[in-house]
């Protein structure tokens, strides 16, 4: 078994006793959006990450670096979380709970995410317009869209939503037909 998937299975249950708490205490989008935040602060700094991986330091030094990076910041049961992880010795898995626990609000909300790459920027009325179509193919209520600029397209714009792509950009029709002339 790898890492990787050890991890996961051990994600799940704390990201479902996570939202099971946050929904019981009425406060799913207070956490969600803490969550979101400790993630985002996980995933720029390296230091941390490899701090609160490292099984030589301790839980006591552990909480009161996260206490002091959070205290003001997020609501007390996240936190309270986050002790919880370090004294499971878990808080090396946060990455991978966090993911678990935005996953399991997105189907707990009927939420899609979806990716746009596109050339150039769209306005907002071609943005609403595309989360209408998302929701209308994805049979969601609401439609979390990210959007990228990325001029290697050269024009139109590729979508993905899980493992769908939408490939619509003048460079993928260019590598389709240069595909299609070499086969024949």
């Known amino acids: ?53 490292n099984p030589l330091i301790g839980g ?15 609501h007390s049961s996240v936190i309270n979380f986050l002790f919880i992880l370090v004294d499971k010795r878990r808080i090396s898995c946060l990455n991978i709970i966090t993911e678990k626990y935005l996953n399991l609000v997105n189907v707990l909300e009927s939420t899609t995410s979806a990716e746009l790459y596109s050339a150039v920027d769209i306005n907002e009325m071609q943005q609403e317009s595309l989360i209408q179509k ?22 139109g714009f590729i979508l993905k939503i899980g493992s769908k792509i939408v490939d619509a950009s003048l460079a993928g029709k260019l590598k389709s037909m240069s595909f299609y002339l070499n086969t024949n």
């Open 60 to 74: 006591f030094l552990k909480k009161n670096v996260l206490k002091q990076l959070f205290e003001n910041q997020i």
């Open 1 to 53: 078994m790898s890492n990787q998937s050890f991890k996961e299975k051990i994600a799940v249950p704390y990201a479902e006793a996570l939202i099971n708490h946050a929904q019981s205490v009425n406060l799913i989008d207070e956490t969600t959006k803490d969550v979101s935040s400790v993630s985002t602060v996980l995933l720029k700094s390296e230091d941390l990450q490899v701090f609160l991986s």
């Open 134 to 155: 998302i929701k209308s193919m994805t049979n969601s209520t609401k439609v979390k869209l990210v959007m990228h600029k990325d001029a290697d397209l050269m024009g």
